[in-house]
């Protein structure tokens, strides 16, 4: 569901980091590493800023799910 979700975001509006970020996570939490690494490839060069210091702002009332999103996002990073 968070795949798809993330897709017709995109869909929608293709620069949007937090969709793909959210993405490329699912896609590791899917054992989808191939897809992932390509959506990171995008990401990278739509965002080359990108800093985690952007998830860690977001609001979650408990703080590992910030963790747990920036942790999905590693793993891809860790691929390349």
């Known amino acids: 569901a968070a795949i798809a979700t993330a897709e017709r975001s995109l869909n929608l509006s293709p620069s949007y980091f937090y969709a793909r970020f959210l993405k490329i996570g699912a ?19 739509r965002h080359p800023d990108f800093s ?25 990073k860790s691929l390349a």
Request: hydrophobic fraction near 45%; charged fraction near 30%; aromatic fraction near 12%.
């Open 52 to 76: 985690e210091q952007r998830i860690r702002w977001i609001p979650f009332v408990d703080p590992s799910r910030n963790n747990f999103l920036i942790a999905n996002f590693d793993r891809a």
């Open 27 to 45: 896609l590791m939490k899917s054992g989808r590493r191939d897809e992932a690494a390509h959506e990171l490839a995008i990401f990278m060069t």
